[in-house]
């Protein structure tokens, strides 16, 4: 059995969907963890989830695109639950549009808050790691968009495909240091963000995955929390899809 216990995981995005479910899922497995989100009730609701487990929590209200905010984070982390072992770039958005009709802006905040959001917490905690000399593991949340593409998401797209270059090129950073660096590429996963897209979208969608179904939030935390723990001690810029077999 998997068992975190003594470790200490941050989870950025982790007031909802596949953040809150890593989330709960490291601290099932033994896991204190820091929870970050902008917003900070919803990653309060995480944190006492978290301690329904028997495990401690900090919620903490952070943007990941500021740098003073993820190093403020670590720092937390470290402060008040004693290290920092387990680091996962969670946080995203959408802002979907075709290349015709998306703005700069929309093309600008999406790259910034994927792209930039890991850049800050693979740095932030990439240096706290080699400072406590016991390794650690980084698992980056991609998308499989990044692997084949997605109609109006040329901005998400990119910036989850960039994700997987940034984890192969910190995993061969970090490796010298003992910590570890994958990512994930979750297919179509039953959160808020989902919901939204209209019914026949969704019944398409379905048709071109091989299992027949979408899938759960707990079903990419069970595969964060593997990468995170020594049965993946051999495993580093590894990129791991969770599709349902959709892109074969």
Known sequence: MIDLSGKVAVVTGAGQGIGRAIALEMARHGADVAVLDLNLETAARTAEEVR???????????????????????????????????????????????????????????????????????????????????????????????????????????????????????????????????AIQPGWIETAMTAAVPEDVRAQAVAAIPLGRTGRPEEVA????????????????AVVEVTGGRNM
């Open 52 to 182: 329904a487990f028997g495990r401690k929590a900090v919620a903490v209200r952070a943007d990941v695109t500021s740098a003073e905010d993820v190093e403020g984070a670590a720092e937390t982390a470290v402060r008040q639950l004693g290290g920092l072992h387990v680091w996962v770039n969670n946080a995203g958005i959408t802002r979907d549009a075709t290349i015709l009709k998306m703005s700069e802006e929309d093309f600008d905040l999406v790259l910034r808050v994927h792209m930039r959001g890991t850049f800050l917490g693979m740095r932030a905690a990439g240096a706290r790691m080699r400072a406590q000399g016991q390794g650690g593991a980084i698992v980056n949340i991609s998308s499989i968009s990044g692997k084949v593409g997605n109609f109006g998401q040329v901005n998400y797209a990119g910036a989850k495909a960039g994700i997987v270059a940034m984890t192969k090129t910190a995993a061969r950073e970090f490796a010298r240091f003992g910590v570890r660096v994958n």
């Open 222 to 237: 069970r595969v964060a929390v593997f990468l995170a723990s020594e049965y993946a001690s051999y495993m580093t810029g």
